[in-house]
């Protein structure tokens, strides 16, 4: 089986990795550049032990880290960076590497845990013989939750919280932990059985824009709904390759019904350059689709044309009759989760717009984040800061404290007195080098870095040094009077916005490259459409 990579992610890297090779290539330096310590943060009880990673750039150099403890009489450290909790209190565990440091604070306690159970999945509707697992999390990891139902004639579960849909009807889960207590509403159809209700096409809704929850990102649109629990398809994460890291692609707006054609369908999607996309998936093959042909032409897709993705694999590509801004692709890539071989990706083809501003530049507010509060990795003194500042409110539904990854947001009726609209602080990034990504509300295209103001701003709040910018790459840089820290304003034009970053000169990253990787982590907390890769590498263009 082709890695999907090869097909609907073929030939592009997410979200313009590829703009790299622009960027010169400089050689490995013998010292070691950059070291991310996780976790930064950590809570043990008497007794318990963690380990603690540090990652040190360059990789392919072997670098000695050491680990010392600040107070071994509450927590020791060992050669390897495995922290012994011995005592009630804090301490602070140090790694370093050549002149770098990095800190985790260790605090240790003697009382039992607080238990905390969270439930992700109020309702399920699963259709007769099929399974849904429940979605939740119990703080402590290990503590054990035990699942009942009050009708096992309607829906059975198990111990991990599997439901097995038995007969059609009603049937409430009930979950506990430790006193702590939720429960699951389900409902059991009986159009799962290969049935397609009469005149019902089991190709997705094409509504590239459905209404979610931004809670959990989950599809909420009624349209959508009713149309997906008519086909039996359920509410239920696939799995559908792995990204240029090697990370699996897991999309969780997806709908599953094995025993229908069309097995699986996928909404809020993103191209590579911000194109809004819908995947839907099929039992049948590029060579042998008639069912898959047929529903396509229902929806308007008759006149497909046979190409070649990069590399001489097959495809056909088409427009809707209709509506020529959107546009069709099928390939052959298998995925044995969905029991599918055939991928139909449809594309919305939209010029870029303006970005929406909330007003022109204000040159002399100081509304930067504090970047010197963000790197002691203290959550208190961050959110202290921001207070102080008093212009922006915390976020704590899509921030992470222990991972000290926080989002604030601008106040409402305060829009007009600053520049930026949200700011998101991420000491403990899934990749790359720790940053503050800000959303401005001023720059509506590429034109606007020229202004002036711009360099104002940035010296009003401390970055008046060595200011550039560049119109055609989107981009304004400078840095403050020391030299040791950067802020960079980057048109994300495929997304249709502008963000204020806030760095170390240490990084040694692409500048491409990390700007990619924030965007990416912002899209993740604020639960922006899933970016896919491919769509666009066919080796001959004539949509």
Not at 262 to 277: F, S
């Amino acid at each position: 089986m082709r890695k999907l990579s090869a097909f609907l992610f073929a030939g592009l890297l997410v979200l313009g990795l590829a703009s790299c090779d622009d960027d010169p290539i400089n050689p490995l330096p013998i010292e070691p550049v950059s070291m991310t310590l996780s976790p930064t943060a950590v809570t043990l009880q008497v007794g318990e032990t963690t380990q603690l990673t540090a990652t040190v750039e360059p990789k392919d150099r072997t670098f000695t880290v050491t680990f010392t403890s600040d107070n071994e009489q509450v927590a020791t450290v060992d050669a390897q960076g495995v922290v012994q909790a011995v005592a009630e209190g804090t301490a602070r565990i140090t790694a370093r590497v050549g002149s770098l440091t990095e800190q985790c604070v260790v605090t240790v306690s003697n009382s039992a845990p607080t238990i905390t159970l969270e439930l992700r999945t109020p309702t399920l509707t699963i259709p007769k013989g099929q399974t849904a697992q429940i979605d939740y999390t119990v703080t402590p990891a290990d503590t054990p939750v035990t699942f009942i139902s009050d009708k096992d004639e309607v829906a059975t579960v198990d111990a991990q919280g599997l439901v097995t849909a038995v007969a059609a009807g009603s049937a409430t889960i009930s979950l506990a932990a430790a006193g702590q207590k939720a429960q699951v509403a389900v409902t059991v159809t009986d159009n799962g059985g290969g049935k397609t209700p009469q005149g019902l096409n089991e190709l997705p809704i094409l509504n590239f824009q459905p209404e979610y929850s931004f809670g959990d990102g989950m599809i909420t649109d009624p349209e959508i709904l009713e149309h997906e629990a008519q086909l039996g398809r359920v509410s239920k994460p696939i799995t559908i390759g792995t990204d240029e890291f090697g990370q699996p692609i897991k999309i969780t707006t997806s709908f599953v019904n094995t025993d229908l054609t069309i097995t699986a369908v996928a909404y809020r999607l993103a191209t590579e350059d911000g194109k809004d996309a819908i995947l839907a998936l099929s039992k049948e093959s590029l060579a042998d689709c008639p069912k898959t042909l047929a529903m396509l032409a229902e929806y308007g897709f008759t006149n497909l044309k046979d190409e070649q993705f990069q590399g001489g694999a097959p495809a056909k590509v088409g427009k809707k009759n209709d509506d020529s801004s959107i546009s069709v692709q099928l390939y052959d890539e298998p995925i044995s989760e969905t029991q599918s071989i055939l991928s139909i990706a449809f594309i919305r083809n939209e010029q870029e717009k303006e970005i929406d501003t909330d007003h022109p530049i204000l040159p002399a507010v100081k509304d930067f984040p504090d970047y010197a509060a963000f790197m002691t990795g203290d959550v208190a003194k961050i959110q202290a800061a921001e207070e102080q500042l008093g212009l922006r409110e915390y976020w704590s539904g899509v921030s992470d404290e222990p991972e000290v990854n926080l989002m604030f947001a601008t106040k409402d009726g305060l829009e007009s007195q600053t520049n930026i609209k949200t700011a998101y602080y991420v000491y403990t990034p899934d990749r790359g080098v720790r940053f503050v990504n800000c959303m401005v509300n001023f720059i509506k295209h590429r034109e606007d870095l020229s202004d002036p103001k711009i360099k104002e701003w940035f010296t009003a709040n401390g970055f008046g040094e060595n200011y550039q910018y560049d119109v055609e790459q989107g981009v304004a840089i400078s840095q403050d009077a020391a030299g040791k820290v950067i802020c960079e304003i980057y048109i994300d034009t495929g997304r249709n916005r502008a963000f204020l970053r806030v760095f170390g000169k240490e990084t040694a990253e692409a500048a491409r490259l990390a700007r990619h990787l924030a965007s990416e982590q912002y899209d993740r907390v604020m639960y922006r459409p899933i970016p896919i890769r491919g769509l666009k590498a066919m080796t001959s263009q004539r949509l």
